[in-house]
């Protein structure tokens, strides 16, 4: 029976399951021992579960994740066969496919053959397990013969067991053609040099400096007398000594820096040498281009050619030429010289006869007189011609590179031949590209002489129709312009087996060309010469009875890209209503030049309603236009007209297409935008820059008694108003003048005439004075004239500082405007070269006159006065409407341009207040003010037109301060 034991003898309850006791309600049952083995067991046996269960897990865990990663190594190693440009191919151990890549499946013919490879036993395996390279042909799905290269590795286990093996195949079909075409060609090359006097090579210069023959092949024993064997050391090393013999002593040298040149030099280069071949001395040509390896060593490409017989027939027609060269330059000396001492008195007869016929004959006798001088003209012609051929041909002629002005120069040219192909009953056209720049570089007298011989040319040849010069551009690249400039007439026409000689000397179409319209057949020689003088070329195209067209290319750089437009003429609109397209398309092409945007208009189409413009060029007979539109009118007809082109008839200015000349377009253009309906023309009068003094009213005897002066007197003035007054001023004094509206035409006419004096403004359009005058200087010591030329400005600009201006540009003295009588006579009495016929002292009282009466004269200034007055009315007008638009376009330059011309007529009607707010707004638009002066300009534009005004409602003796 178990013990009981008493509570107050109780241990620790941690020690109950060793007593084998629990305790239960504090009281003490009695536990088994086997019970409490059995709970232990149960312990145990719950916590192994418990960990064989989480070790399952993790395992479980781990083999998803091998499987995942087993499954992305074989997605990327089917990626990475499928990538592959060539058959793969997996065999199991006994060859059987269990895998292809997508190469594979596209291509079964080429797989079938890669198998029937790899189950035969054609295949090896080296000894250290890498697989061996096997060529095979094969037929593709297409039926064509392939050639391929197959590789077979085996896969072995870890035991070293063959579990199967991966083959590989790669077309090398392109390869192998390569390689035959190669082998061919070498074949070929070979088979050639071998027949020819050359030896072709190729030697790699190693890191060590040891050359190498890599290729070598020709006739090398013609060359040198010796065989490629004897060139080389041990195997392919070149030895340079046995080469180096055969050399002539004098040319070793060169040979040695030939074949052996510095590394960090690799141009190509070539040397002419001398070497004893099989055959004796022999010239020969070497040729050799090094280039640089990536691995620091240098390969020598070249060859070796017999010249011999090219050397021996160079030396004789070097010889030959010098021979012909020699003679030529004697043939050449001879005519420049014989042309020139001809020349000299030619230039006294013509001179003579010209005197000759300034004296009273009776008119037999001038017809004979006109008869001599045309022979001598004629002659002289010829003489200019021989003179000028000569000089091309001894190459004593150069070019003058100066920038000119193309249209100006066409211009020029076409004014020259326009009187006699008119004469003939010939149209004259000319149309010029609007891209053609403003200003280019180039012999502009060569380029004239060209010009004006095709012209000459065409009038001669051509008996009815018209004539026509195109200038276009086919080339620009910014620094220069690729021209074409074409003469083409309606004449009797060139046979095609005579348009070949035709550039030769003293050759003309027919025996009989020469007799009927005379002519030595250098023309177009000369133009030849010149035109490849400047390295363009000319070009002929002709059928007989139809036409001729002669045409030259040159190339020649931009100067300055935009045309010498005046600012009044940019940005407006013009609208061209021409019954002739090319007429229309010529003249919308000049005013695109001058800035102008241009619309083209249908002439057989009424105009709509509404259109405005600044200028419409019409047909004469079109009168309905005019009334459509706001516009002023130009009319453009075909019938020739003055020197100027233009003309006002009953209140209509005209302007002729016949030919079309740029500077009357331009004069046409200013002349229409100044008209006003109250302008009063005389019928057949024009707006002409060629005044001469015979426009000039009867001079007032009042100023008889002033000096007298003799000369002819040149005036480059641009303002209307101011050209009348110098004009009758000049007269008064008596004086002739020639009067032109700019500088370029100032220059042209200077440079064509001999004036006594050059009265110049400062600001005009295309050249302003100041360049005027430093270019005339410029020719002046080009020319080393002997004479210089007296040049005095006049000007309204009362700017510090600007005597010395004008004197730094080359002038030597300066009026101010307004002109007067006295100041101008001082001035000219200083510098004319001669002096005055009579120097009576000028009326004390002069300059107590009026400001008018001080410049013309007493008894005349009432009517001179009305006339001036209402010419200034009509020019002010549109500059005062200029000056606005400057003001709203920002333009300060353009603004003072306007003004200066305002202010150099107002001084005529007004010196007081006004004239000098005119003057200091003037100063202020010149200085750093010039923004903040634009808007005070308006305020004295409406001051202007309030004195004109009071002046147009005012008696001429009054006048208004």
């Known amino acids: 029976m178990p013990t009981t034991l008493h509570p107050s003898s109780l241990r620790p309850a941690a020690l109950s399951p060793l007593l084998g006791m629990a305790w239960v309600d504090n009281q003490a049952i009695p536990v088994s021992a086997t019970t409490l083995m059995l709970a232990a067991l149960l312990i145990l046996v719950a916590v192994a579960a418990l960990g064989l269960a989480w070790l399952l897990q993790a395992q479980a865990s781990k083999t998803k994740r091998l499987q995942a990663e087993l499954l992305a190594q074989r997605t990327w190693s089917k990626s990475a066969m499928d990538a592959l440009p060539a058959l793969v191919l997996m065999h199991g151990p006994d060859g ?41 042909d094969y037929t593709d799905d297409d039926g064509m013969p392939r050639q391929g290269m197959l590789w077979n590795q085996p896969l072995l286990a870890v035991s070293g067991e063959r579990t199967g093996s991966i083959s590989f195949l790669f077309d090398i079909t392109a390869f192998r053609d390569a390689e035959q075409a190669a082998r061919v060609t070498e074949r070929g090359l070979r088979e050639i040099v071998q027949r020819v006097p050359v030896a072709v090579f190729s030697i790699l210069k190693d ?332 070009e002929l195209s002709s059928e007989p009875g139809r036409g001729t067209t002669v045409g030259f290319e040159v190339r020649l750089p931009v100067e300055r890209r935009e045309a010498a437009a005046p600012p009044g003429l940019r940005g407006r609109h013009a609208v061209v209503r021409l019954g002739s397209t090319d007429t229309g398309t010529a003249l919308s092409e000049h005013l695109k030049s001058l800035s102008m945007t241009v619309e083209l208009a249908d002439s057989t189409v009424p105009l709509r309603e509404g259109m405005a413009a600044s200028l419409l060029f019409v047909e004469p007979a079109d009168t309905d236009s005019e009334t459509r539109i706001s516009a002023h009118v130009v009319a453009v007809t075909d019938e020739p007209l003055l020197s100027t082109g233009i003309e006002l008839r009953q209140d209509r200015l005209f302007l002729s297409a016949n030919p079309l000349k740029w500077q009357s377009l331009v004069r046409a253009c200013l002349n229409a935008l100044e008209l006003r309906d109250d302008v009063a023309e005389t019928p057949g009068s024009h707006p002409s820059s060629e005044m001469t003094v015979t426009d000039a009213d009867p001079l007032p005897s009042s100023l008889a008694d002033l000096p007298t002066h003799r000369g002819h007197v040149l005036v480059a003035e641009d303002h209307p108003v101011s050209q009348k007054l110098i004009l009758r001023q000049l007269a008064i004094l008596g004086l002739s003048c020639d009067v032109v509206d700019n500088g370029r035409d100032a220059f042209e006419a200077l440079s064509g005439s001999d004036y006594a004096m050059l009265l110049t403004d ?126 709203e376009s920002g333009d300060t330059a353009a603004a003072a341009l306007s003004l200066h011309r305002l202010l150099g007529a107002l001084q005529l009607f007004s010196n007081g207040a006004l004239l000098d707010q005119g003057r200091r707004l003037l100063e202020a638009l010149h200085s750093g003010q010039a923004r903040e002066t634009l808007p005070h300009l308006p305020g004295f534009a409406q001051d202007v037109e309030l004195l004109l005004s009071n002046l147009n409602g005012q008696p001429a003796d009054k006048p208004v301060n």
């Open 207 to 538: 890191t060590h400096g040891i050359r190498h023959v890599t290729f070598a092949a020709g006739d090398i024993r013609a060359l040198f007398g010796l065989e490629l064997t004897d060139l080389l050391d041990t195997g392919d090393v070149l030895q340079e000594r046995p080469l180096q013999g055969r050399i002539h002593p004098d040319d070793v040298a060169a040979f040695g820096r030939l074949i052996s040149p510095v590394t960090t030099d690799l141009k190509p280069r070539s040397l002419d040498f001398r070497a004893f071949g099989r055959e004796g001395l022999r010239w020969i040509h070497g040729t050799l281009t090094p280039q640089a390896l990536p691995d620091g060593s240098l390969r020598l490409i070249g060859y070796f050619i017999d010249t011999t017989e090219l050397n021996a027939r160079n030396e004789a027609l070097r010889i030959a030429r010098d021979v012909a060269e020699r003679a030529s330059k004697a043939k050449a000396d001879f005519l420049a010289t014989m042309s020139h001492e001809i020349r000299t008195p030619m230039n006294g007869v013509i001179g003579m006869l010209e005197l000759l016929g300034r004296t009273p004959v009776n008119a037999e006798q001038r017809e004979l007189l006109r008869a001599v001088e045309d022979s001598a003209s004629v002659l002289l012609q010829i003489l200019n011609d021989i003179l000028d051929f000569s000089k091309l041909e001894a190459g004593d002629l150069r070019l003058d590179e100066t920038p000119f002005d193309p249209r100006v120069l066409v211009d020029n040219v076409v004014s020259v031949m326009a009187s006699r192909a008119q004469a003939k009953g010939l149209g004259v056209h000319v149309a010029i590209d609007a891209t053609v720049a403003g200003s280019l570089l180039g012999d502009s007298v060569r380029l004239r002489q060209i010009l004006l011989n095709l012209l000459s040319n065409a009038t001669k040849f051509t008996e009815r129709g018209s004539i026509a010069v195109r200038v276009v551009v086919l080339a620009d690249d910014g620094a220069q312009q690729h021209l074409r400039v074409s003469v083409s007439d309606t004449g009797i026409g060139i046979p095609r087996e005579k348009q070949a000689t035709l550039f030769n000397p003293f050759t003309q179409a027919e025996a009989s060309t020469s007799r009927r319209y005379g002519g030595t057949g250098l023309g177009l020689a000369i133009c030849r010469h010149l035109v490849q003088l400047m390295e363009g070329s000319v």
């Open 762 to 887: 400062c600001n005009m359009p295309l050249m302003s004075g100041y360049e005027l005058a430093t270019a005339w200087r410029k020719h002046e010591a080009e020319n080393r004239n002997p004479r210089r030329l007296p040049i005095i400005a006049m000007t309204a600009n009362a700017l510090a500082g600007e005597a010395v201006r004008v004197r730094n540009a080359g002038m030597d003295d300066v009026l101010s405007k307004p002109l007067q009588l006295l100041p101008l006579s001082q001035k000219i009495s200083q510098w004319l070269p001669e002096q005055p016929a009579s120097a009576s002292p000028p009326p004390s009282g002069l300059q107590d006159l009026g400001l008018l009466t001080g410049l013309v004269g007493g008894d005349e200034a009432p009517g001179l006065y009305d006339k001036m007055l209402q010419a200034f009315s009509s020019a002010s007008h549109d500059d005062l409407l200029e000056l606005r638009h400057c003001v």
């Open 96 to 136: 059987d496919v269990l895998d292809t890549n997508i190469y594979g499946r596209q291509h079964p013919a080429a797989a079938e053959a890669m198998l029937a490879a790899v189950k035969s036993n054609e295949l090896t395996v080296a000894h250290d397990g890498e697989p061996q390279p096997y060529e095979i």
